[in-house]
């Protein structure tokens, strides 16, 4: 059965820390889905992960759909929330609306995920209205890189530390049933989370936050890079360029395929067919 939105007011309540990583594909999203996380992102972060890309700036409603329907195939228990990408919800409200529900119609997603505070409450309301769940995301919002002038880390001021506890009150107001809080000082992450009522989902913003979200591959080991706020739980990309290794020595060597991957040949037919050929020459 597939989680709903209501169980993560109910994980904050009870003070059960959830537990979120993004997913791109059909066989990442089973297995996160296996491992018990309640909520998988496909996140716009894809762009980089999955594409190359060096910004999601580049990502499109094409890319996201997609990859969000892969991801959808692949759960059974976690709520699927799928970002709007750069230029999907800026333009006007009624763009918004109807991109966010071509996540959830086409998409198969229960929920959508966009970046900004104040500036996005309204296109936030008007989403939320048309009875689409809703997660917004403050703090370092990768969309605006260009803007920011890079990843830097946000809030680190008195008046930037209150703009973002506005961002996220402004959120909460608009009818978010969450809130991503990106790359802030931990105790502003604390500060956030005890002013809401919604749950605060933290990347890089501390352990006080209800939740945790991280990139899948980053955990994994997988992405090549190690973020500061990311830690790696395994090395995939040892582990699989070894075994990538090993096939291809093995099959230069002809230790690979042995008679164990081979189909064999139903005896009858094969002497029907060697007799066969024997006559024709
Ligand atoms: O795109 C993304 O991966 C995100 C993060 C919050 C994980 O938005």
Do not use: W
Request: net charge negative; glycine share 10%; proline share 4%.
């Amino acid at each position: 059965m597939r989680i709903r939105v209501t169980k993560f007011q109910e994980m904050k309540q009870r003070g059960e820390p959830i537990a979120s990583v993004t997913a791109y594909d059909y066989a990442m999203a089973r297995v996160a889905d296996a491992a018990g996380i309640p909520l998988i992102l496909v996140g716009d972060s894809l762009g980089n992960v999955m594409l190359g890309y060096n910004s999601t700036v580049r990502v499109t409603m094409g890319d996201m759909l997609h990859h969000a329907k892969a991801v959808v195939r692949g759960t059974e228990n976690a709520l699927v929330a799928v970002d709007l990408p750069f230029m999907s919800y800026q333009v006007s409200e009624e763009e918004a609306l109807r991109n966010a529900g071509r996540m959830l119609q086409e998409g198969g997603a229960q929920a959508v995920k966009l970046e900004g505070g104040l500036r996005t409450a309204d296109t936030i309301e008007r989403i939320v209205e048309a009875g689409i769940p809703v997660i917004g995301h403050i703090g370092l919002t990768p969309q605006s890189e260009h803007a920011f002038g890079g990843f830097r880390v946000q809030g680190t001021e008195v008046e930037s530390a209150r703009d973002l506890i506005e961002d996220a009150l402004a959120v909460q107001e608009a009818g978010a049933f969450a809130v991503v809080i990106e790359t802030v000082p931990s105790e502003l992450g604390k500060l956030v989370t005890e002013r809401l009522s919604i749950p605060t989902i933290g990347i890089g913003a501390g352990p006080h936050c209800d939740g945790q979200i991280q990139v899948l591959h980053d955990i994994l080991g997988l992405s090549g890079r190690q973020p500061k706020h990311s830690k790696a739980y395994a090395k995939l990309q040892e582990t699989i360029t070894q075994a990538i290794a090993s096939y291809a020595e093995e099959v230069r060597s002809g230790a690979f395929p042995t008679v164990e991957q081979g189909i064999p040949m139903d005896a009858g037919v094969l002497r029907e067919l060697i007799d066969a050929l024997s006559s024709e020459q």
